[in-house]
T-cell receptor, first 114, second 112 residues
Framework: AAGVIQSPRHLIKEKRETATLKCYPI?????VYWYQQGPGQDPQFLIS???????DKGSIPDRFSAQQFSDYHSELNMSSLELGDSALYFC?????????????FGPGTRLTVT | GDSVTQMEGPVTLSEEAFLTINCTYT??????LFWYVQYPGEGLQLLLK?????DKGSNKGFEATYRKETTSFHLEKGSVQVSDSAVYFC???????????FGAGTRLTVKP
């Protein structure tokens, strides 16, 4: 079965640079979520989109923005990167319209800011 | 707000030992409850879920029962294997607040 795809899997950036992470949800899923997982920590919710509209917002810094496109893929844009942004970034998708709140996670993008 | 509290680790067991990882939750609505597992260097995989009180989720020998009276969703396995070594996250999702709230994670190490 198709899973959530994230790219790139690894990314190294310098401070103050910009990064773009991409997420391709499971086909026909209507909701995409972004999470940030710091070393040794639990995933923290950043933002979600339902049918291409922002549906919920968590602890996403103002330096970050995200959107969901017409083909349902989503991008997380991160500007003015800081050392503390080094983390594993997960995308998840679900089919909320079907009444399920089960989220399927991608393999994550490991971002290292130097 | 909605939150999950899970047993702190790390937990180290011998192969074939019994496993319990405690998880309790606080929610204003009627949450769905989940256990996710994260193997080293990998993403989160859904292990099992329960969507209403008294539901029992089970998968790969793991079980957890949604206990509304004790607001708990403890993870159990009768006989762990070395391959079960991973970090386990308890999580909840509430209907009108669709982000997933995770516990802090419990690292399990199973020794031969």
């Amino acid at each position: 079965a198709a899973g959530v795809i994230q790219s790139p899997r690894h990314l190294i950036k310098e401070k103050r640079e910009t990064a773009t992470l991409k997420c391709y949800p499971i086909p026909r899923h209507d909701t995409v979520y972004w999470y940030q997982q710091g070393p040794g920590q639990d995933p923290q919710f950043l933002i979600s989109f339902y049918e291409k509209m922002q549906s919920d917002k968590g602890s996403i810094p103002d330096r970050f923005s995200a959107q969901q496109f017409s083909d349902y893929h989503s991008e997380l844009n991160m500007s003015s990167l800081e050392l503390g942004d080094s983390a594993l970034y997960f995308c998840a998708s679900s089919l909320v319209a079907g009444g399920s709140y089960e989220q399927y996670f991608g393999p994550g993008t490991r971002l290292t800011v130097t | 707000g909605d939150s999950v509290t899970q047993m702190e680790g790390p937990v180290t067991l011998s192969e074939e030992a019994f496993l319990t990882i405690n998880c309790t939750y606080t929610a204003t609505g009627y949450p769905s409850l989940f256990w996710y597992v994260q193997y080293p260097g990998e993403g989160l995989q859904l292990l099992l879920k329960a969507t209403k009180a008294d539901d029992k989720g089970s998968n790969k020998g793991f079980e957890a029962t949604y206990r509304k009276e004790t607001t708990s969703f403890h993870l159990e396995k009768g006989s762990v294997q070395v391959s079960d070594s991973a970090v386990y996250f308890c999580a909840l999702s509430v209907y009108n607040n669709n982000d997933m709230r995770f516990g802090a994670g419990t690292r399990l190490t199973v020794k031969p």
